[in-house]
Every structure is written in structure tokens, then in C-alpha cells.
T-cell receptor
Framework: KAGVTQTPRYLIKTRGQQVTLSCSPISGHRSVSWYQQTPGQGLQFLFEYFSETQRNKGNFPGRFSGRQFSNSRSEMNVSTLELGDSALYLC????????????FGPGTRLLVL | AQTVTQSQPEMSVQEAETVTLSCTYDTSESDYYLFWYKQPPSRQMILVIRQEAYKQQNATENRFSVNFQKAAKSFSLKISDSQLGDAAMYFCASMDSNYQLIWGAGTKLIIKP
């Protein structure tokens, strides 16, 4: 089975711009979670989607949003980018939510200038 | 809220020796799951081992095993016969009732040849 894929792998944006990141889960996985990884804050949960519905959201401002499509692919969007949004954004998929292992993609490295 | 603590920012071990990485967690829930993930320089997050809290038996995956002490809320990872390819950041994580992963700060493992 193909693993979780994320596009693009690298991205450079300037403050005030917006960005959309994409994640394709492992075939058959319906739950997709997003995490932000920074040197200062470590790994933090952004949100989780299951069957096209956002089931859970972390403590991030409304500038961070996401969605999931009927084929379970997910996108996350960050509007009005700030320097502090520079991070590695990781997507993970799992079969369902309860205790299942989350399998991660390679991440998208976002640099905001 | 759940918390996960990794008190060792960095550990080093001689190749072929055994090393133990520490992790403690805090939760008020009775049903939860614990994970160790490895993140090599490629930044791909890879599952090492998973433990279901209701199972008393410690999980094992080849050279990797855990010492799960539920009463003490401790979940340490033992790596036997350390190999150069084991060099990575190791993250301990718990899955809460909202099924999001709560992460520790990570331990950098250095393997000395």
C-alpha cells in the first residue's frame, strides 16, 4: 500500500499570504489528522477529520482551517501568514479514531519570510 | 488535560549496547493508548511501538520493547543491540479521549560507532 503523501514538500511564502497544503491518506483510511512541529513548541495538534467532518480541533487561531473530501484526501489552509507559522506540517492517517495507529506523511516544510 | 514528559533531551549509546528512553504521562482516563515514534533526519515520523493501556503485557517489536508501569504512569522504551540506523529523535505520545496525540518534547538518540 502506498503511504501517506503530502504536497508540496517545501514552500516559501511571505507574511500576509495564504497557503494550502494537501494530504492523501493511506487507501482505506478515513481519519486524517494534522500536526504542527516547531523547535519552540514541539508537536501540536491542529485538527482531525473523519468522514468529511472535523471531529476535533486544537488550540490554534481561526486562520488555520481544513477540510476533507469524499475520497478522504484532506487540505489545510493558513490565511494571513505570520512569521511564527514557519514550521513542519505533518499529516497522519488512520483506519478510525479509537486508539488506532496514526501513520505519518513526510511533512510539508513551510517558511514564512 | 493530558501531558507527556520526556526528561532526557539527549541520550547516547555505543553501537550494539542497550539504551532506555524515559517517558511519563499524566491522564485521568482509564482507557488510553501510548506510542513511541521515531523521527530520523528525513523528518518522517515512524511508529516504533504501540501500547494499549488496558493490556498489562508490555509491547515488543523486535529489538524494541517497553516497560509500561500503569500505576506510576511510566512508559519507557528499551532499544537492544543499538544500530547506527536507530539514531533519531524519539517521541513518546499518548492518545486522549478526543483521539488526538499528545506529544512529549522528544529525546535525541545518538549512536556511537
Amino acid at each position: 500500500k502506498a503511504g501517506v503523501t503530502q504536497t508540496p514538500r517545501y514552500l516559501i511564502k511571505t507574511r500576509g499570504q495564504q497557503v494550502t497544503l494537501s494530504c492523501s491518506p493511506i487507501s482505506g483510511h478515513r481519519s486524517v489528522s494534522w500536526y504542527q512541529q516547531t523547535p519552540g513548541q514541539g508537536l501540536q495538534f491542529l485538527f482531525e477529520y473523519f468522514s468529511e467532518t472535523q471531529r476535533n480541533k486544537g488550540n490554534f487561531p481561526g486562520r488555520f482551517s481544513g477540510r476533507q473530501f469524499s475520497n478522504s484526501r484532506s487540505e489545510m489552509n493558513v490565511s494571513t501568514l505570520e512569521l511564527g507559522d514557519s514550521a513542519l506540517y505533518l499529516c497522519a492517517s488512520s483506519l478510525d479514531r479509537r486508539g488506532e495507529t496514526q501513520y505519518f506523511g513526510p511533512g510539508t516544510r513551510l517558511l514564512v519570510l | 488535560a493530558q501531558t507527556v514528559t520526556q526528561s532526557q533531551p539527549e541520550m547516547s549509546v555505543q553501537e550494539a549496547e542497550t539504551v532506555t528512553l524515559s517517558c511519563t504521562y499524566d491522564t485521568s482516563e482509564s482507557d488510553y493508548y501510548l506510542f513511541w515514534y521515531k523521527q530520523p533526519p528525513s523528518r518522517q515520523m515512524i511508529l516504533v511501538i504501540r501500547q494499549e493501556a488496558y493490556k498489562q503485557q508490555n509491547a515488543t517489536e523486535n529489538r524494541f520493547s517497553v516497560n509500561f508501569q500503569k500505576a506510576a504512569k511510566s512508559f519507557s522504551l528499551k532499544i537492544s543491540d543499538s544500530q547506527l540506523g536507530d539514531a533519531a529523535m524519539y517521541f513518546c505520545a499518548s492518545m486522549d479521549s478526543n483521539y488526538q496525540l499528545i506529544w512529549g518534547a522528544g529525546t535525541k538518540l545518538i549512536i556511537k560507532p
